[in-house]
């Protein structure tokens, strides 16, 4: 009799242990296993001196864990992981352990901005218009504002040539005056690599020309040539006749469609090098460092004028008597027939 009851009471003792195992199963699945009860996806916003109770439960809140307790467990696994602080983006289901790497991993959400040499201010606002990060109007507005180049260039009516073409990582939490400060440092560090003259006059016909050049030429070894022909332009008062300064300045009046047509050429738009002698009263585009370095180390040279050759490359004839510009636009427009 004893030992049947002691049979019996190994066999309900099993049946416990068993049930305790599959409940603590089922709790770890629970706790533990992926899980996302947000759509598409969803940001989480990790702030400095958040605590791990704090993140837990936010983490929680947006559907991105299935309870704070599983986060948590895990946090006390690795006490002395630091949580950094940060924009998180979550995109599929994914279990505690996983949410905790990303997080000690820092691991935070950015887009790579990436800005092409000779962008101008609507050319970055139409990349701008593809993200999901700073609003292109927003753009537009604080690039408008030259105070963050004052010290540079006295005359800058925007920040037009002083956002330098690069990469940039942006978030949802970068304002347009903190991208704008970022390309405008970054203007700084390559024009002090470059050894630019620092006085605000020079700078700013530095930076002026060199937008021209950039928009002139995709062919960097020729742009010491375009910028003497400028230079020498300059020099006797003749007219730049820039065919893209009409081109922005068409931009500046929301009228550009393409193509630059007879009123373009006859605006009296301040940025019309066809109607105005001298430099434009700022810059076209934002020029990057073969641009610059163009003008700051032009070649010496007797040209005033430059076309297109016709053999599609690219790259331009350069004329230092009208009739011998004349003879090399007519090859031109034979090349182009």
């Not at 040499?117 to 609003?135: H, M, Q, Y």
Request: with cysteine; aromatic share 10%; hydrophobic share 40%.
């Amino acid at each position: 009799m004893a030992e049947r009851r002691g049979c019996v009471r190994q066999a309900s003792l099993l049946v416990t242990l068993v049930a305790l195992l599959a409940g603590i199963c089922i709790a770890a699945y629970w706790y533990l296993s992926p899980y996302r009860s947000f759509g598409t996806e969803t940001f989480v916003e990790i702030e400095h001196g958040m605590s791990s109770r704090a993140i837990a439960a936010k983490l929680e809140r947006q559907g991105v864990v299935r309870s704070r307790y599983g986060f948590l467990l895990v946090r006390a696994l690795h006490p002395h992981a630091p949580l950094q602080a940060g924009e998180y983006r979550f995109g599929s289901a994914q279990t505690p352990f996983q949410v905790f790497d990303k997080i000690a991993h820092g691991d935070i959400f950015f887009e790579e901005l990436t800005i092409p040499e000779g962008s101008n201010i609507f050319d970055i606002a139409g990349l701008l218009a593809n993200s999901d990060t700073v609003k292109p109007a927003d753009f537009l507005s604080a690039a408008a504002d030259p105070a963050l180049v004052r010290d540079l260039d006295a005359r800058a009516p925007n920040l037009e040539g002083y956002l330098f073409p690069s990469s940039y990582r942006v978030t949802h939490k970068t304002t347009a005056r903190q991208l704008c400060r970022a390309m405008t440092d970054e203007f700084r560090k390559e024009w002090k690599q470059l050894g630019g003259d620092q006085h605000p006059d020079r700078v700013h016909e530095t930076v002026v020309l060199a937008s021209l050049v950039e928009k002139e030429s995709a062919s960097p070894q020729e742009r010491p040539e375009i910028a003497s022909v400028f230079l020498n332009r300059l020099r006797v008062n003749m007219p730049l006749q820039c065919d893209p300064t009409t081109v922005y300045a068409a931009l500046l009046e929301n009228r550009y469609r393409g193509t630059i047509h007879k009123s373009d050429l006859a605006s009296r738009n301040a940025y019309n090098t066809y109607a105005h002698p001298g430099l434009p009263p700022g810059a076209i585009a934002n020029p990057g460092v073969m641009s610059l370095k163009a003008v700051l180390h032009p070649l010496e040279t007797s040209y005033l004028y430059f076309v297109a050759k016709p053999d599609h490359s690219g790259t331009h004839a350069f004329s230092s008597t009208l009739e011998q510009h004349e003879k090399a636009v007519q090859a031109f427009r034979r090349g182009s027939r």
